[in-house]
């Protein structure tokens, strides 16, 4: 079954025309797309027929950094940042895709995003894996990191699990993973931060949709005193199965932190 993200895809690279039905030889062409990795031309062709060159959307939510997963990319160039990001964000760190799988883009605009004696703090994006056992691997990847990197610390995006029932609209649960990530969460004293207006932030599109709340930032204490008026809200999905986070970010200087009761 062709999910609606995938047929707006089919569509709009003119594989088949917006009116009719896609058949099996217009989702072979969209599967041989996506066979290899994607080569910079094609991103850059995506970019332009999806709005992915963001530098209208980032300029509209006054972007200073961005993560992006599951991108496909081996390398990147600085033409390729300039014209998908914008000319302002003019540093990234990419994690390679592992054959034609993953990819993290974190890309930022260094003359907004600069060291601060006393206000440094460290940033982890994720991209959470699917088998069980990687699970578990990715979590204990994520402690070591943490070992690493004392202080203040802010870590988010699609972690591929949840640890609430809540997270998810139906019963199809994995309460040993569930219980993993609440332990992960409890062991390294992470805060979740909350997301405004929206309580899921991943579909299937299905007609009879699964709904999954996989998209989430958390903050270590230290993090949490100086950002402490910090907003996370979302935009909409687009051709994406998943929504993008907008974390919104204003330093404290005095102020109680804010209180915060977890029952796991």
């Known amino acids: 079954m062709v999910s609606k993200a995938q047929r707006r895809v089919i569509h709009s690279l003119g594989f088949f025309g917006e009116t009719e039905k896609i058949d099996a030889a217009a989702q072979d062409q969209y599967s041989k797309l996506f066979d290899s990795v994607i080569s910079e031309t094609h991103l850059c062709a995506l970019a332009a027929i999806f709005g992915w060159a963001v530098e209208d959307g980032l300029e509209a939510w006054a972007t200073d950094l961005v993560c992006l997963q599951e991108t496909k990319v081996a390398a990147i160039s600085q033409f390729f940042l300039c014209s998908v990001f914008g000319s302002d964000f003019d540093k990234f760190v990419l994690l390679p895709t592992v054959g034609t799988r993953g990819g993290i883009i974190i890309a930022w605009k260094s003359a907004d995003v600069m060291e601060e004696e006393g206000r440094n703090w460290w940033l982890t994006g994720v991209y959470g894996p699917q088998g069980d056992n990687d699970k578990i691997t990715f979590l204990q990847e994520l402690r070591d990191v943490r070992a690493l990197c004392a202080g203040p610390w802010v870590i988010a995006d699609d972690f591929n699990l949840i640890y609430q029932a809540a997270n998810k609209n139906n019963n199809n649960l994995n309460r040993a993973m569930m219980g993993r990530f609440r332990c992960f969460l409890d062991n390294l004293e992470l805060k979740e931060i909350t997301l405004l207006g929206r309580k899921f932030t991943w579909s299937n599109e299905r007609d009879n949709p699964t709904l999954v709340r996989l998209d989430r930032a958390f903050c ?29 970010l204003q330093v404290c200087t005095k102020g109680k932190r804010r209180f915060h009761f977890e029952s796991f």
């Open 220 to 248: 270590s204490v230290e993090w949490e005193d100086i950002f402490l008026d910090d907003v996370l809200q979302s935009a909409t999905a687009g051709v994406s199965d998943h929504c993008p986070l907008l974390l919104g």
